[in-house]
């Protein structure tokens, strides 16, 4: 990744992690993480770290835009190791209702609409993809990890993370893959407005809850691998 993600960023996403009671907003590569203020702050770290590196390996074994089924599933499968119960449907295609959606605002709108029932969360991922919009390194990350290398599809996925009455992480998590009929850029790719003649959409929910003694031994192996992959995490400060 071409991204100018250096350490100092980094680390401020990591300890952005770390502030409990407040809703944190963090940008791994393609995948925009909102973390609800009950979230503690090492339940946090390790939900991320399990996103992080299945992202990564999921990439590495497949291209999502000839893959998106294959690459979709492995991402599941793997999170299932690390800890993840999940539950939900595949890619269905969407209908794109309006003619000035970009990649970002038709992303929002599937998001939001998926979870209707939580407000709050709804309004945290509709903010993150406006910051993103207004942040140069923030906007270029998710441009060149959502889009694909042919310039003919780009994915982004968005995951809420929040605690039960009884003290369990549950996840909800869209994904969103746009397929088009010629290549696009991709820089400013996530602002323009979409051809709905030459663009279809497709969109997956699925929700699930964390166990956090299940990730535990696998921590340590997984902070090491992390340590020697592409800076991919950003806090989005929302």
């Not at 089924?69 to 499968?77: A, I, S």
């Not at 030459?198 to 691998?225: D, I, L, P, W």
């Amino acid at each position: 990744m071409s991204t100018s993600i250096s350490k100092a960023d980094m680390d401020k996403a990591i300890q952005a992690l770390k502030k409990e009671g407040e809703d944190r907003v963090l940008m791994v590569a393609n995948t925009v993480c909102i973390f609800a203020p009950n979230v503690p702050a090492g339940v946090a770290e390790d939900v991320l770290a399990s996103m992080r590196l299945m992202n990564l390996s999921a990439n590495k074994k497949f291209d999502k835009e000839t893959q998106q089924r294959e690459w979709y599933n492995f991402y599941n499968n793997g999170l299932g190791k690390f800890g993840w119960t999940l539950t939900g449907a595949a890619h269905t295609e969407e209908a794109i209702d309006k003619d000035d959606y970009t990649p970002a605002t038709l992303t929002t709108h599937l998001v939001t609409g998926s979870w209707g029932h939580n407000a709050h969360m709804s309004r945290c991922a509709k903010r993150a993809f406006e910051v993103t919009l207004q942040t140069p390194k923030a906007q270029k990350l998710l441009e060149e990890s959502s889009l694909s290398v042919s310039g003919k599809s780009s994915t982004v996925q968005v995951a809420a993370c929040e605690m039960t009455a009884q003290g369990l992480p549950i996840m909800h998590m869209t994904s969103v893959q746009l397929s088009y009929d010629k290549a696009e850029k991709v820089e400013g790719s996530m602002a323009r407005t979409i051809n709905k003649s030459n663009t279809r959409v497709y969109r997956a929910a699925q929700q699930g809850s964390f166990s956090v003694r299940q990730f535990e031994a696998m921590r340590k192996a997984v902070t090491e691998k992390l340590a020697s992959q592409a800076n991919d995490i950003l806090d989005l400060d929302i």
